[in-house]
């Protein structure tokens, strides 16, 4: 089973930048599918960026469509997520996880981001 450690986040104040990452291990990630995940208080967890393991296609939530970018390390079998623009309704634990996802989900990291 893949073990996976969100890192990264963060108080930014709106407008501002956040790389986050999420290290796995325990198998390679490298022909899985990726994306990250958030979560904000009171709401479900919805999936923002995807990244395919074939040919490196992504894909978006329109919310954060043109402001975050996702990429993969696989030599360093790491996620990232890069968010520009950051608005406040971004703030959200924010998770990595496989597609479709596991029933493992790691801690998360909190991102917060003030008006």
């Known amino acids: 089973q893949v073990h996976l450690v969100e890192s990264g986040g963060g108080l930014v104040k709106a407008g501002g930048s956040l790389r986050l990452s999420c290290a796995a291990s325990g198998r390679p990630i490298s022909n899985y599918d990726m994306g990250w995940y958030r979560q904000a208080r009171g709401k479900g967890r919805e999936l923002v960026a995807a990244?395919?393991?074939?040919?490196?296609?992504?894909v978006y939530a329109d919310s954060v469509k043109g402001r975050f970018t996702i990429s993969r390390d696989s030599a360093k079998n790491t996620v990232y997520l890069q968010m520009n623009s950051l608005k406040p309704e971004d703030t959200a634990i924010y998770y990595c996880n496989t597609i479709p996802t596991m029933d493992y989900w790691g801690q998360g990291t909190q991102v917060t981001v003030s008006s």
């Open positions: 990244h395919s393991w074939s040919g490196g296609g992504t």
